[in-house]
């Protein structure tokens, strides 16, 4: 089961392909429920992200996807899986880590994040899996005003599709990028993860300093 969702991330231009072929126009609403569920829930931060925005793209530039219908769905899908993570969050608040069903290290790190950069947070995991589904429903917690939040949100998942969307409409085309489409992929997995890899190092750099 894992060893199959993992392929399904790693080859997401070959089922995203499939799907195509077999559903149509549905593929958009597919589309949609994905990136809204993976931006909208903290309990799905494991599901494609940058790595869909990109290949959704690339299938634009190919003619299978209408790249106008892309973006607005992709923004859509971000802007109101944010507000729905920002309300689960101001809602439920702390009892959703009490229930055991997300990892709470995940919460302290997204609230490491946030100390650290403010509001702005927001816009900046937009770029960081993981941090990105769990940053709405921090600011959700802490009661952030939500008409702040929702500037900052629309701004983010404005910026974050456009980024990978595009990238995904001008370079999947190019022959290199089309036939090493897998490792373009993994190359993109590697590198959204690379921030957090560097804060796991910092905080693991401090943690091993003795204490004065």
């Not at 790693?10 to 195509?20: Q, T």
């Not at 973006?71 to 993570?85: R, S």
């Not at 917690?141 to 983010?156: A, E």
Request: net charge positive; proline share 3%.
């Amino acid at each position: 089961m894992i060893a199959e969702f993992i392929d399904i991330i790693l080859h997401v231009d070959k089922y995203l392909n499939s799907i195509i072929i077999s559903y149509g126009t549905l593929t958009y609403l597919l589309l949609f429920f994905i990136i809204f569920l993976e931006t909208g829930f903290v309990v799905t931060p494991f599901l494609p992200g940058d790595s869909l925005l990109f290949a959704a793209g690339a299938f634009a530039a190919l003619g299978s996807l209408n790249i106008s219908v892309i973006l607005i769905i992709f923004i859509a899908a971000a802007v109101l899986g944010d507000t729905v993570n920002y309300w689960i969050g101001n809602y439920f608040g702390e009892k959703v880590f009490s229930s055991k069903l997300v990892n709470e290290r995940y919460y302290e790190k997204t609230r490491d994040f946030y100390r650290k950069y403010g509001p702005k947070t927001i816009v900046l995991a937009r770029f960081v899996p993981i941090i990105r589904t769990f940053a709405p429903f921090v600011a959700g917690i802490g009661k952030m005003d939500y008409s702040k939040f929702l500037s900052f949100n629309v701004i983010g998942g404005i910026l974050w599709v456009l980024l990978f969307t595009l990238a995904g409409y001008f370079f999947g085309g190019i022959n290199f990028v089309r036939e090493n489409f897998s490792m373009v992929i993994i190359a993109i997995i590697i590198i959204s993860f690379i921030p957090v890899l560097i804060e796991y190092i910092k905080h693991k750099s401090i943690s091993a300093r003795p204490a004065k």
